[in-house]
C-alpha cells in the first residue's frame, strides 16, 4: 500500500515538473497521513526530492553548468505553504519583479501579502515572509496572472519596454497564455494592454 502511494506521489511530482514546492498536504487525497509521510520520506532518502523547510519540500532544478542542484523557486515555496495553511496570498511588486526576472538583486527578504498569520521562514540567505492584510485584486484563478500584474504595477507604466515584454513573455509557457489573458481581464487598463502584448500568439521570438 505504502509503496502504491510513494509510486503515486512521486507521478505526480514529477508531472509537475522541477521547481514544484509541495507539503504533505498536495497528497491528501492518495492515503492516508503516514503513508504520505512515510512516502516522503522514503523519496527524500532516495534523493528524488528535496527538503526546504520544515514540512516543505521541492522536486530540485539542477544547472548543468555548475553541476549541482539550484536554490529553491521561493514563490513555489510561498505557495505551498498557502495551500497548506489555506491562505489567500499576493506576491509583493520585488517579490513578482524577482520570480519573473525582472530585477538581478537578489533579495534578502520577499513578502507576501496574506490573509493568513504573519509568518516569517528563513530559506538560505532569504527571508520569506508573509504579511497578514486585507487583499486587494484576489479574483486571479492563476498564479501567474497575479505576478505579471504585480511585477507590471511595481514597474509602473513608464518602463514597461518591449524587453520587459519579451523577459515576461519568455517566462510564461505558453499553454498559460490565453487563460492569463482571459484571468486578468479586470486589470488595470495599462496592466492589461502590456499582458495582451504578453500573451500574443502571432509574435513568438
Not at 553548468?65 to 511588486?93: H, N, Y
Request: net charge positive.
Amino acid at each position: 500500500m505504502t509503496q502504491g502511494t510513494e509510486n503515486k506521489a512521486y507521478n505526480r511530482i514529477r508531472g509537475r515538473g522541477r521547481g514544484w514546492a509541495f507539503s504533505q498536504h498536495d497528497f491528501s487525497r492518495l492515503g492516508s497521513r503516514e503513508s504520505i509521510d512515510l512516502a516522503l520520506h522514503r523519496l527524500l532518502h532516495k534523493g528524488a526530492i528535496r527538503r526546504v523547510i520544515r514540512g516543505i519540500y521541492d522536486y530540485p532544478r539542477s544547472s548543468e553548468l555548475l553541476d549541482r542542484q539550484v536554490s529553491p523557486d521561493l514563490d513555489q515555496v510561498a505557495q505551498a505553504l498557502a495551500r497548506k495553511f489555506g491562505w489567500s496570498i499576493q506576491p509583493s511588486g520585488i517579490a513578482a519583479l524577482n520570480t519573473l526576472g525582472l530585477s538581478t538583486q537578489v533579495p534578502a527578504k520577499l513578502v507576501y501579502l496574506s490573509d493568513g498569520p504573519n509568518r516569517r521562514y528563513t530559506i538560505g540567505k532569504t527571508t520569506l515572509e508573509f504579511e497578514h492584510t486585507a487583499l486587494k485584486e484576489t479574483g486571479f484563478k492563476l498564479s501567474q496572472s497575479s505576478l505579471i500584474v504585480h511585477a507590471l504595477k511595481a514597474l509602473g507604466a513608464e518602463r514597461i519596454t518591449p524587453q520587459v515584454i519579451k523577459k515576461i513573455r519568455n517566462w510564461l509557457e505558453p499553454s498559460r497564455r490565453s487563460q492569463v489573458l482571459k484571468d486578468s481581464s479586470t486589470a488595470t487598463g495599462w496592466v492589461y494592454s502590456a499582458i495582451r502584448e504578453i500573451c500574443r500568439e502571432d509574435s513568438d521570438e
